[in-house]
């Protein structure tokens, strides 16, 4: 068996498609709803075609079309996953997705979709995923805003104008003149990108943290919060690392949380020798966005209330503080931080 046959979310079971799943997706095609953005309903003829290309594409490709079902009732919920295709004259893996209208208005197209991505971009090892949209399609925009995907362009798609989105393991945020080199993201699904944040941990906190919490605390934490184990369970409850590069090496590392009405920074740590070079503040930049593009109205985060020269850091950055927050983490230990936040300004807004 494939061990991409089948796959959980939180509240979704995925099964490979079978030849038997035909009469759920025949009910799905002749839904007017669910068909409005999708060129129509579909004949039975239509449908089976379907069938044959995409059990063809599993057979091929060894990933494809999942059907979805709802884990807590069994009931058919819709079908979506990775596909080949051409998009605007380039071969691309596209990600597909559609739910039945009983299922829609409850986050589960982007509890999907976010899935898919990890599948795609850690399990495969694609550098690169599109998905394709209409403009009239808001909850589809939607949903790609929230798993991160950024627009690219408009493109033609089955004599339809469409919009073309992306979501890149890489991001290359920017270059000028206050450094010869570019700044790349990475974001971390794999073993090898979270072994290489550990790695950095070990030397950032090592190196800051030990005069300001003490060395016992530093080993503690390291391995409750930044171990392999820990980082790989912060990824699957939806956290999201970023590895920060220049041209020449991983330099550190960032790691946010998206919640109900705000992106929470759990983690932004460089270098000690690539301090004071504006990284920072680009990082900071990058969440705006991730945040803007979220529908989120704030960024927040806490920090030692000891770690003077990074709460004088998020102040020029915009960040106000709320005040102490202590936090018991186990281990005899305490976390003595402030809170801070900064208020982020959604695009047509003054």
Not at 20 to 41: C, K, N, S, T, Y
Not at 222 to 228: A, R, T
Not at 298 to 319: H, M, P, R, S
């Amino acid at each position: 068996m494939n061990h991409l046959d089948s796959f959980e979310t939180e509240r979704l079971q995925a099964e490979r498609l079978q030849e038997d799943h035909f009469e759920l997706i025949h009910r799905m095609h002749q839904d007017e709803r669910v068909m409005a953005h999708l060129g129509g309903p579909r004949s039975p003829e239509q449908t089976s075609d379907y069938m044959e290309q995409n059990l063809t594409h599993w057979a091929e490709h060894g990933y494809g079309i999942w059907i979805l079902s709802e884990r807590a009732t069994g009931h058919f919920a819709g079908r979506g996953g990775l596909r080949s295709v051409v998009l605007g004259g380039k071969d691309e893996v596209e990600v597909a997705y559609g739910l039945m209208p009983e299922f829609w208005n409850q986050g589960l197209a982007t509890e999907f979709v976010r899935a898919v991505v990890r599948i795609g971009l850690s399990n495969i090892g694609l550098s690169s995923l599109a998905c394709v949209t209409q403009r009239e399609n808001t909850a589809s925009l939607r949903v790609l805003k929230k798993a991160d995907f950024h627009f690219e362009r408009d493109i033609i798609y089955k004599g339809t104008p469409s919009l073309l989105y992306r979501r890149d393991i890489t991001r290359t945020l920017c270059t000028g003149s206050w450094t010869e080199s570019e700044l790349i993201l990475e974001e971390v699904f794999d073993e090898a990108r979270i072994q290489t944040v550990e790695k950095l941990a070990y030397e950032i906190w090592n190196e800051h943290f030990t005069p300001i919490i003490g060395k016992a605390q530093v080993d503690y934490m390291l391995e409750k919060f930044q171990s392999i184990k820990a980082i790989s369970g912060q990824i699957e409850q939806c956290f999201q690392y970023y590895l920060i590069k220049t041209d020449e090496d991983y330099i550190g590392y960032t790691g946010v949380q998206p919640k109900e009405d705000e992106l929470f920074l759990s983690k932004l740590y460089i270098t000690a020798s690539q301090r004071g070079k504006g990284y920072g503040r680009k990082i900071v930049q990058f969440l705006e966005g991730m945040a803007r593009d979220k529908g989120l109205n704030t960024i927040t985060l806490t920090v030692n209330k000891n770690n003077l020269d990074t709460i004088k850091a998020y102040e020029k950055f915009g960040f106000e503080n709320l005040g102490p927050v202590v936090q018991d983490i186990g281990g005899g230990f305490v976390m003595d931080d402030y809170r801070m936040a900064k208020q982020i300004e959604q695009q047509g807004t003054s």
